[in-house]
């Protein structure tokens, strides 16, 4: 059976179909609760448990212990895809074959030949894309991504994401983190670092990447070695001769840092390394203040705060089953996107803008920091 067009009637609403119901997919099940344009139509997982659990506050969804029987069966117009990364894409394809469309869990794909299938299925069909990459929608991104497009900023030329946590009991845990996330060396989970930076570099992409590791140092909770070194830097060059730099470290002993900064010709932006600090910018011409101190952000929010954060951020900030503000607004924006008939806000080339970069860093540290040129996924086509 294939997806139902979405060319809805007035009152009609999106069938959502959800798969995998861990923490990540019933975080974003609490837009569409509460969203006018969609409603959760069927869910699949093999944990009926989960099942029962994730749907005490739904009514009328259907239950598939088959992924593709949902697909078939469940009469849905778009499926979240919340199942472990290296399963995204063989899922998104099975789905865009049908005509439904899909929004994934990042990582969009584990390899480059998935890479190559997944934009060739989106190429062929109907349905759209979106990748969730949700932190091209925390506020503060999305705010400066405002401010540089008033050019108050200037040009921006250099930026650079630091993300670095503690998670090494994760590397023996079981799941399928083991071999994707601490079995492999380089920056492959860095579409976080990379997705916002971007989103500021507009109409900009990554044509050749390096990548270095600090090494070894720590060894997994049951002794054995991770193949993950500690830290991870990247280096990126755009097609417009930017300059990026991506680290990830997911074994330091330190707290969570989440760390963006940027430069342009006219000022530059710090994100809060901390709780207790602010996210900060400077301009080099702002009327009044001193052109040698630093502003916080939340200053320009009345200006630059973006609509749909103007019409979601109060709900967003009361989100049903945890996790952060931004996942709900992401979730918003994919569902009217594709209520409304907009070109997805994180589609295939986009993704693939994040994706390709951090996989083939996984190659440039084999090779002692080779440089590596990246291909345009825009040029991809059918054999």
């Given amino acids: 059976m294939k997806g139902r067009k ?37 869910v699949c997982d093999l944990n009926m448990e989960a099942m029962d659990r994730t749907l005490k506050d739904f009514k009328d969804v259907k239950r598939f212990d088959s992924y593709e029987e949902m697909l078939d069966k469940g009469n849905i117009d778009a499926v979240i895809l919340g199942t472990p990364m290296q399963m995204h894409a063989p899922q998104a394809i099975r789905a865009l074959e049908r005509g439904i469309n899909v929004y994934s869990e990042v ?3 584990v390899s480059m030949e998935q ?38 900023l200037g040009e921006p030329y250099y930026a650079e994401s630091e993300y670095a946590t503690n998670a090494r009991g994760m590397a023996s845990d079981g799941t399928w983190r083991n071999e994707w996330m601490f079995g492999v060396n380089g920056i492959t989970y860095g579409m976080h670092n990379l997705g916002p930076l971007l989103t500021w570099f507009k109409d ?33 060059k755009t097609e417009k001769d ?20 940027l430069q342009c010709t006219k000022g530059m932006f710090d994100s809060a390394r901390s709780e207790s600090e602010n996210d900060i910018i400077w ?15 939340d200053k320009f929010e009345g200006k630059h705060l973006p609509d749909i ?7 967003a900030g009361r989100l049903r089953y945890g996790g952060r503000d931004f996942d709900y607004i992401i979730m918003m924006d994919f569902i009217e996107a594709l209520y409304n008939g907009r070109r997805m806000p994180v589609g295939i080339h986009e993704a693939m ?11 440039s540290i084999k090779l002692d920091g080779k440089w590596i040129e990246v291909p345009d996924s825009r040029t991809w086509q059918a054999l």
């Fill in 204 to 236: 900009d992409r990554v044509v050749r990447i390096c990548c270095e590791g600090s090494g070894n140092h720590y060894k997994k909770p049951d002794g054995n070695p991770i193949v993950l070194e500690d830290s991870c830097v990247m280096l990126a």
């Fill in 107 to 109: 990582v969009a794909a």
């Fill in 115 to 152: 890479c190559r299938e997944l934009v060739i299925a989106c190429n062929k069909s109907k349905a759209k894309y979106m990748l969730g990459e949700n932190f091209n929608y925390m506020k503060m991104v999305m705010i400066v991504k405002n401010i540089i497009e008033s050019n108050i």
């Fill in 353 to 363: 803008d994040m994706t390709v970069p951090c996989l083939l860093s996984q190659e």
């Fill in 309 to 315: 954060w103007r019409k979601y951020g109060e709900a």
């Fill in 6 to 42: 979405v060319n809805l009637s007035k009152n009609e609403q999106l069938n959502i179909g959800v798969v995998g119901l861990g923490v990540r997919s019933r975080i974003l099940l609490s837009p569409i609760l509460e969203s006018e344009y969609a409603r959760l139509a069927a």
């Fill in 283 to 297: 301009m080099e011409d702002i009327g009044d203040w001193s052109p040698k101190s630093y502003m916080d952000l």
């Fill in 242 to 261: 930017r300059l990026l730099k991506i680290r990830i470290d997911l074994q330091g002993s330190r707290p969570r840092l989440m760390k963006f900064s």
